[in-house]
């Protein structure tokens, strides 16, 4: 298992459709776009600056061929970084090659440019709208350079204008969006992350997990989900104090996301419940990498004289469709057979006993030792 690194979104989950991604208006939009080109084009008055009409709608033809296949593709693979970056770059093509054909002095066609950065870099992030930006810049000044080298003539004062007023907007769109996406990450990282342990909540899994499930079903990608339970983690809280409790739950979160690797999903389910996600790993291997995580962690509550420790569940994702709550639910069966046979919670430390107040034997100074630490240290 690989060191710690956050309880990142694995890779797989990265490319989940952006919260503002309208797949279909998009598609409209460029179909849209495409169709006004050719009537721009087919019904103009002057022929067009370097290509014929027919091979300017073979163009357009091919320009529709490549966003269908985008489309075709999202709905057999998903949403990937890949296609959104192509077909931004597709448009953006498009849009140069629109301003090499225009036959105007100053050509309507490139506020294509515009829309091509605006639409992709508000449809798809930060990411997208800067490197449109910088696609469109260069193309576009390369793209005027070639038009009035054609025509023969200066360029006319107003599309300066035309030109700076078009990289305002562009810029301040782009820093517009730049705060949007601060802010959403804030605002996911808030409602999806549980404040304590840092790792996701329970409705954050769900997404994830209802997502992999889908790439399961049809890349058949194997899925082990883990459901824990602290073992009289209640006695801990009766017998040092919630940030006592609060400590033991960060520790062993924190182990959790150190023992598992970074493409794991880790998540608190509730109370001193967790599952785990664990992604092309086989049953064993899910099975012997718990079990290490078992052992360190009754080592570390045995050193610090704490009576917890921890039973799991499994539950593999069968190949095909399957429901979530059916998989839990075999998991939290798992799990509850584990605590009836008493695998672990047998194992773990009794509660330090008490008389008068204070703690008898060692353990408890280690334990007081503990309490006292800042929850980060635990």
Known sequence: MQEKNGN????????????AYMPRLQLFVRMLLGALSALYFNFITIPPLILSITQINCIILFYYALHIFGWWYYQKHGAKIMMFRLGSWIDVVGAFTAILCDPFIIPPTILLFLIAVL??????????????MIGAFILGMTALVVHYRVLGVWPPYNLYFYVFFIIVGVNYSY???RRIELMKKEAIRISEYDSLTETLNRRAFFRVAEYLLLLNERMRIPLVFIFIDLDNFKAVNDQFGHDMGDKVLKHFSDMVQSNFRQTDIVARYGGDEFVILLTNTSREDAESAVRKLQVEYREWAQNNGLPVSFSFGLAVAPEGRSKLGDILKQADAALYGAKMKGCESNKALPVVKTKNGAAEGTSFNEATKLRSMPAAHV
């Open 8 to 19: 990142q979104i694995p890779t797989a989950f990265e490319a989940l459709v952006p919260e």
């Open 119 to 132: 639409g992709n870099g508000i449809q798809h992030g930060l990411y997208i709208i800067v490197e449109s």
């Open 175 to 177: 820093f517009l969006v």
